[in-house]
């Protein structure tokens, strides 16, 4: 028996092809195109390195101590022509305590730190000091380390600088240590051969004298 060829069959066969062509074409569309928007739709995150963080002020003091070490260290600054400020004194012209640390009390970061940032940066001479108000540990010596860090708008962005780092000892209660005296210049850079640590005295004490029963309880 003869097959008998059909043109419209043929046709009818073709446009299936093409049918499918179409489709298939416009989903690999659909998909490219969604590859493409997904970036912009959900961006990943950028990374943020320690430089891009911004900070609160121009100038960062920070100390941190042994966070096993139940210990009150006070963290004194002082910049050009203002008073020193510490735990009893928050605030001057050029400086603010940020963290005012007391051990492990009242302390739900289990962290160990204080901090200072200054408001803009202001030329002259600067003096760090750490002072040693309680050790309820009883702990000896208590190893601190100091950073001095700047920070100075560069276009649309901030970038921060470490310019200072030691790790000092404090060995007695009440002892009242010059870590470091330097000196900035109007620009905000480190004035060479300025850094130095000569004694300086300034803890001032709070009205009434200060309350150690408090720390025995």
């Known amino acids: 028996m003869s097959k008998h060829f059909s043109f419209a069959a043929e046709a009818e066969d073709d446009s299936d092809v093409v049918f499918r062509d179409v489709i298939t074409l416009a989903l690999l569309g659909f998909i490219a195109l969604v590859i ?17 963080v911004a900070a609160p002020g121009n100038v960062m003091i920070e100390a941190r101590w042994d966070d096993d070490i139940d210990a009150d260290v006070d963290l004194w600054v002082q910049g050009p022509q203002d008073r020193p400020v510490g735990y009893s004194n928050l605030a001057g012209e050029v400086f603010n ?34 002072h040693m108000y309680f050790n309820r540990a ?21 970038t921060t600088r470490q310019i200072l ?21 109007a620009d905000g850079e480190l004035v060479d051969g300025s850094v130095g640590s000569a004694p300086r005295k300034l803890v001032t004490a709070p009205t009434g004298g200060y309350n150690f029963d408090a720390y025995k309880q």
């Open 36 to 52: 493409i928007l997904l970036p912009h739709i959900n961006p990943p995150e950028k990374k943020r390195t320690e430089q891009e």
């Open 138 to 158: 009883d702990s000896w010596p208590v190893p601190v380390t100091v950073l001095v860090s700047t920070v100075k708008p560069s276009g649309t962005t901030r």
């Open 97 to 130: 305590l940020l963290r005012d640390d007391i051990g492990f009390r009242n302390d739900v970061s289990q962290l160990n730190y204080e901090n200072a940032y200054s408001r803009g940066i202001v030329e002259g001479e600067y003096t760090v000091n750490l």
């Open 165 to 185: 780092v030691s790790e000092v000892e404090l060995r007695r209660l009440g002892e009242e240590l010059t870590v470091f005296n330097f000196q900035l210049d």
